[in-house]
């Protein structure tokens, strides 16, 4: 289905929740919300596709652990899928965004350490981040769509219940 205006395909959303990575066949948008989690969104600019991921920890070296959960496995994997599904790494670039600190919630700073995971990753790949919206005291809301590589940051004072989907109540 296309915009008769544009004769853009209308993307489909799909919510991604934390511990999870989404590669879109289609044109979709993206969405999540994020406090000290961080995701990394990869597009292919040439073949015009994307995918995110979502993770809440920065790595895990032991295997029986390894999920999408942990950065350094949510990262590999996202490039991993890009790549068998016929993007070459020279077309990638990524966007980071997240990694938000409350230091009423935690002492030690996770989102700092999400962040940095994410972009030794990249560099080690050699997937140039073309921008980042990270760190601070913020939680976010991020909408990614895969077909143009557009990324909306809305940041939020306090996450609420009805800032995740299925949403319900007042937003």
């Known amino acids: 289905m296309a915009n008769t205006h544009t004769k853009e395909p209308i ?3 799909y919510f991604l929740e934390p511990g999870y990575i989404f590669l ?7 969405s999540g919300v994020l406090g000290s989690c961080v995701a990394v969104c990869i597009y292919d ?11 809440q920890l920065p790595f895990t070296k032991e295997k029986h652990l390894a999920t999408a959960r942990y ?24 966007q980071i965004i997240g ?16 962040i940095q995971v994410a972009r030794k990753l990249l560099a080690r790949k050699r997937i140039r ?18 077909h143009t ?8 004072e306090k996450l609420r219940t009805a800032d995740w989907f299925p949403y319900e109540g007042e937003r």
Do not use: C, W
Request: no cysteine; glycine share 12%; net charge positive.
């Open 129 to 146: 981040i073309v921008s980042e919206d990270v760190g601070g005291e913020k939680g976010r809301k991020v909408v990614f769509n895969t």
């Open 149 to 156: 590589n557009e990324v909306a940051v809305i940041k939020v």
């Open 99 to 114: 990694g938000a600190y409350n230091p009423g919630i935690s002492g030690k700073n996770i989102g700092q350490e999400n």
């Open 11 to 13: 993307p489909i959303n």
């Open 71 to 94: 950065g350094n496995v949510a990262t590999l994997t996202l490039v991993q899928m890009m790549t068998d599904h016929g993007s070459k790494p020279r077309h990638l670039e990524a």
């Open 24 to 30: 879109a066949a289609k044109p979709t948008v993206i």
């Open 45 to 55: 600019r040439k073949r015009r596709i994307g995918g995110m991921n979502h993770f």
